[in-house]
């Protein structure tokens, strides 16, 4: 019988080394070159892993401090019908969302402009097959305050 004392994942209070170490959301992407140049050049990320197949980069791991990403190109005829991307946010926390924000764009990439939401900056990020991308970071700035690149322009305007 598996009991908390016998199996260490039954007993969140034990000290045995976890079971889960991360969680690496997988994207499935229509063009990986377009892909790598948003997440290698825009957002800074780093090509750790690739799997190549008859000499072609088919999947690749990216990292990024502690958040990492999977990509894998369609293969002809295997793209879904419909939007890719569609319902799928990644949420990064992280200590600076607007330092994200100011590297992105000093990159050449054109975020969201940085709101407040549940007492953190949301910078917001669409990759070029539609999946969403958020960094947050904590902040004591008012709730709907929305950034302007250098101070803020105030609560955004009610809906």
Request: include cysteine; charged fraction near 20%.
């Amino acid at each position: 019988m598996t009991t908390p004392e016998t199996n260490p994942e039954l007993n969140p209070e034990s000290t045995a080394t976890h079971n889960i170490q991360q969680a690496v959301p997988f994207l499935w992407v229509s063009d990986l070159d377009a892909s790598l140049r948003f997440y290698l050049d825009g957002l800074s990320f780093t090509k750790t892993k690739e799997w190549i197949d008859n000499g072609k980069l088919r999947r690749c791991w990216l990292q990024r401090e502690g958040a990492a990403l999977m990509l894998q190109q369609y293969q002809p005829g295997q793209k879904p019908l419909g939007k890719l991307g569609e319902g799928v946010s990644i949420c990064f926390q992280c200590t600076d969302a607007l330092a994200i924000y100011h590297t992105a764009i000093a990159r050449g990439l054109q975020p969201h402009r940085p709101s407040v939401g549940n007492a953190m900056w949301v910078v917001l990020f669409t990759d070029p097959d539609g999946y969403k991308l958020d960094f947050e970071s904590p902040t004591d700035t008012p709730e709907d305050s929305i950034y302007d690149g250098s101070h803020l322009n105030g609560p955004a305007p009610q809906k």
